[in-house]
C-alpha cells in the first residue's frame, strides 16, 4: 500500500499508521508516527515538512448556514485540529455586556443574576470594529451602551421581558456620575463618547436574537438599567467565546470483513442506531448487508457487539469531521478564518521568539 507521500509500507503497517481501529473493548493503535524515525529501516520516512503539508492538506465545506457549519479537514494531526477547536472557544473575541449599572430593579431576579443573564445574550456587533478598553476609559471605539427600562403596570398580568427590548444607545451613557460640585459643571456621564457610533456603524448595534427571556416583571415591578459592552474572548469569561460550540471527530470507517447475508444481515441493519447498513437483494430469495452511510457512524459499537469477526470499525486518523455553531455574532466560515490568523499570530510569535 503506497501512502500519500510516495512511500510503500506493508498493509498491516499501513493501516496501523493510518487509522484507529475501535474494537468492541476498546480502540487500539492509538498512538501516532509523526517523527521521522518510525520506519527508517524499512527506507520510509514519516518526518512532516511544509512540502508534504502543503501537497496533503484539503479542506472540504459539507454544510454552511448562518448559524454553523460542517466541513473535512483533511491532511493534518489531531494537535492541528484541537489547536483551532480552543482557539475558536478561547481565543476569537467578541463584544459582550460587562458593566450594568442599575438604577431600579424589583423584579425577584437578584443584581448580580440579572447581570450574569445580560452577559450572555449574544449582540449583533462586529468586534473586529472595536479594540479592547484600556485604563477603563470607555469610548466610542471600545464599549456599546444599551439601556433597559421596563416596568409592569400594577393589576396587569405578569410581563415578559425580551432581550429586544435593550436599547442601543449610540451616543453613549446617558446616566450621570455623582452630582457636579457647582451647578456650573457640565453633567458627566460613564462613557466619553468622541461621536456618536451610527457615524461608524454601517447598521445598528443591537442583540442577534430578540427573543431571549431576561425576567418576567409581576404588578407593579421594574427594571432600569444601563449595560456597557466591550471586548474580550473566551478563556477571560465564556460570555466572551464566539461558538456555542466547536468540535471535531475522525472520519468513520466502517468495513465488512466478509458477506453478511439473510437474517444475520437483517438483524445487523437493525441493531445500528443511526442506519450505517443497509440491505442489498441480490435475487433469488438472497440478501446481504452493505455499508451505507459510513460517516454517520457514532462508534456505539453494536455492530461489533453482534459480529466482531465480520465487522470493523476504524478511524482515519488524519481526516477530521469539523462543526462550528455561531453564537450569532461573526458567521462560522469568519469565526474559522480569524481562528486561522489566531494561530498564524501564534506561530510567528514563536519564530520571532527562537530568532
Known sequence: MENRDGSSLPDFLELQRTRVLCKADAPTHTEGFQYSGAFAAMGVDTSVSVEKFCKNFKIEINRLTDEDMEFDMIGVDASIANAFRRILIAEVPTMAIEKVFMVDNTSVIADEVLSHRLGLIPLDADPRLFDYISDDVPNERNTIVYKLHVSCEKGSQRLTVKSGQLEWLPEGSQLTMASPAQSGDNQRTYTSFGQSQQNTSERPLGVKYNDITIARLGPGQAIELEAHAVKGVGKVHAKWSPVATAWYRMLPEVVLLKEIKNGDAEELVKRCPVNVFDIEDLGKGEKRAVVAKPRSCTLCRECVRLADDQVELRRV???????????????????????????????????????
Open 317 to 355: 486518523r488524519d481526516h477530521f469531521i469539523f462543526t462550528i455553531e455561531s453564537t450569532g455574532a461573526l458567521p462560522p466560515e469568519v469565526l474559522f478564518t480569524e481562528a486561522v490568523k489566531i494561530l498564524e499570530e501564534k506561530c510567528e510569535r514563536v519564530i520571532s521568539e527562537l530568532s
